[in-house]
């Protein structure tokens, strides 16, 4: 049958598609920026095919939707800079209808949040919103709603691993003690593609969780039992939201409009009361500790299929990165470095492909580290995002604090996108090209400064541009996976 998928590069989308197509289903992904959607593997796949839109914005009606069976509302706007998210939530959620009404669906499927308590938080009351505004469409609905979803590079995942691998004691706010219910992002997937055209699952709204109800200090002990560490929490009651939120921000990878909007959900219980999809679909529910064994294996196995980090909400801004995508050639400062490859340029290429994350930056670190922590105390996005895989990149992932804009392999070029605060603009470029018979290595460092502080701040930095930026050609020339680069 015939699928449009939203959300198609999100958390969920990335680990829904495959599914969707092994099943042999034809699937029409909805894309903000096409040029974010992966260019390897799976995504090749014939059964694809790519719809951008915005749906925050008017949408022409194409006739390659007349004909879908089925559609998956999977758009979340929660960390957006916005502070009417939720009235953004309401828009895309409309634009989504409109567009709908003039086709032949038969199904819509949402993916929310668990909403039977009283008092919700901002965000949780904005899926409830957008729950009810699908209902009262017209159209047939079918809503699941989960809690804390557990798989690797979820979000909710990379922040307990943050807090329980780097705090040995915790002295941790009230909301430690509020109750959950996790769930395992394998027993989503299964929910979201059971409901597929099941008619008894039509108009109605179905609580999803996992077999253990926990409150949030238990998933932070357990977690810590299965990683085989020792951990000791304290909760206090006088820890305020905001300190609550700046202390998520500097301990873990989030941005701190996450960190708030998590905050105040967490003081939300979000237990499963309307379980019955559990036994109409068969699922088995796998625990909390098994969830997060498994998202340890596809970690260990440089298998992780998506991550939330490379989601736009991770970052500082929410602009289109393809604004971007153009290196700026007036105005500018530049540092270009080239070398000549002496070595394997194949080998060359994959420590390009290869860089940050674990591997770090081949040279200096330590400075990179720094301007890391100084970004994060001004409100940036630091050094802790990291990469979702060890050596593959696909345009629109984060490096760090970069966005990848363009990651060609094949003709050897990664140009990234600084999401660092800076009084300007940055970009990093790689290219391996090929000059009089010889095999070279060009680095392009580009500054577009922002008024006197951005020059300033040009300068101020040039002496230690000069080593680390040298430090990274040469030792990405010379570095081989057994044998460590120049520090």
Excluded at 52 to 67: A, M, N, P, R
Excluded at 159 to 185: F, G, S, Y
Excluded at 269 to 284: G, I, S, Y
Aim: charged share 20%.
């Amino acid at each position: 049958m015939k699928i449009l998928l939203t959300g198609a590069t999100g958390y969920i989308g990335k680990r829904l598609l495959p599914v969707l197509l092994n099943l042999g289903h034809e699937v029409i992904c909805c894309v903000r920026d096409k040029n974010r959607f992966p260019t390897e593997g799976i995504y090749f796949h014939p059964n694809i095919s790519l719809l951008e839109v915005d749906f925050l914005k008017d949408i022409s009606f194409t006739d390659t939707l007349k004909d879908i069976d089925v559609a998956y509302y999977l758009i979340h706007s929660m960390s957006s800079n916005a502070s009417n998210f939720d009235k953004l939530e309401e828009q895309s959620v409309n634009n989504f209808i409109k567009l709908l009404l003039n086709t032949n669906v038969k199904q819509i499927i949402y993916l929310g949040g668990i909403t039977n308590d009283e008092h919700l938080s901002k965000h949780l009351a904005s899926r409830k919103k957008v729950d009810d505004i699908l209902h009262a469409s017209g159209l047939t609905v079918t809503s699941i709603k989960a809690g804390i979803i557990v798989g690797s590079g979820s979000s909710s995942f990379e922040i307990i691993r943050d807090l329980v691998e780097k705090l040995p004691v915790m002295i941790t706010p009230k909301w430690l003690n509020t109750k959950c219910q996790p769930i395992a992002i394998r027993n989503v997937i299964e929910y979201l593609t059971g409901v597929i055209l099941n008619q008894e699952t039509f108009n109605q709204s179905f609580d999803i969780g996992g077999p253990d109800v926990l409150i949030y200090k238990e998933m932070l002990l357990q977690f810590a039992q299965v990683r085989g560490l020792k951990r000791y929490i304290a909760t206090v009651p006088v820890m305020s939201p905001r300190i609550s939120s700046y202390w998520l921000y500097f301990v873990t990878s989030t941005s701190y409009k996450l960190a708030v909007n998590l905050v105040n959900s967490m003081k939300v219980e979000v237990v499963a009361k309307d379980n019955r999809l559990e036994k109409m679909l068969k699922v088995k529910p796998i625990s909390y500790k098994d969830a997060v064994q498994l998202a340890f294996q596809k970690i260990e196995q440089n298998d992780v299929v998506s991550s939330w980090k490379d989601s736009l909400i991770s970052s500082s801004s929410y602009n289109s990165l393809f604004e971007h995508i153009n290196v700026p050639v007036n105005g500018c400062f530049k540092d270009i470095r080239t070398k000549e490859i002496t070595t394997d340029s194949n080998q060359v290429l994959e420590n390009i492909w290869s860089i940050g994350g674990e591997r770090g930056w081949y040279y200096g670190n330590w400075l990179w580290n720094s301007r890391g922590f100084i970004d994060k105390l001004f409100g940036g996005v630091g050094l802790r995002r990291g990469r979702t895989n060890a050596n593959i990149i696909n345009t629109g992932d984060t490096l760090d604090f970069w966005r990848v804009l363009v990651a060609d392999k094949q003709n050897k070029r990664l140009l990234l996108y600084a999401e660092m605060k800076l009084p300007g603009e940055a970009w990093l470029e790689f290219e391996l090209i090929r000059k009089d018979n010889k095999d070279i290595l060009q680095q392009t460092a580009t500054f577009r400064p922002k008024g006197l502080g951005g020059r300033l701040y040009w300068y101020a930095v040039l002496p230690f541009h000069y080593f680390v930026f040298n430090g990274l050609a040469k030792n990405i020339i010379k570095y081989k996976t057994n044998l460590k680069p120049d520090k």
